[in-house]
């Protein structure tokens, strides 16, 4: 009716930065993170992999920027935010940056001090790659199986 949905992949949470715990340095992951503690220093996701997800908890910080495929942030990113598929913001979240995004998600609540930005080269870059797995997909046709 809306045309077509797409499913957003999720990934497991392999690594949790617990409350109480502060890193400073910049920290490159793949999977699923995440973040009850701080951070002073730049979030990355490894090689570009499309299934991680950052999850910044209302207890969580960063002081950096954030560079993922997926984030949901609930608690405070003093940096710019770049999410190449989507980003959700729960009530609590609060960034102090820009923000750019593929797909959006917020809830009242949640505050954003900096511009924000379509990021519509990247979705188009998604679409195309979608393309690109469609058309190496081959049916059979019923009158071209060979019988035995």
Known sequence: ???????????????????????????????????????????????DAEG??????????????????????????KGNVYASVKLEL???????GNVEYNLLEMASGAQINGQMFHNVTEKKRLEHKEEKADVSVHHLDDNAAVST
């Open 1 to 47: 009716m809306f045309g077509k949905t797409k499913k957003i992949k999720s990934s497991k949470i392999d690594t949790l930065i617990g409350q109480g715990v502060e890193i400073v340095g910049d920290i490159k992951f793949q999977g699923g993170l995440h973040l009850d503690g701080t951070i002073k220093g730049n979030v990355i996701t490894a090689d």
């Open 52 to 77: 991680s997800v950052l999850v910044i908890s209302e207890r969580g910080h960063v002081e950096g920027d954030v560079h993922v495929a997926y984030a949901i942030i609930n608690g405070e990113v």
């Open 90 to 96: 729960s009530s609590k979240a609060q960034i102090s």
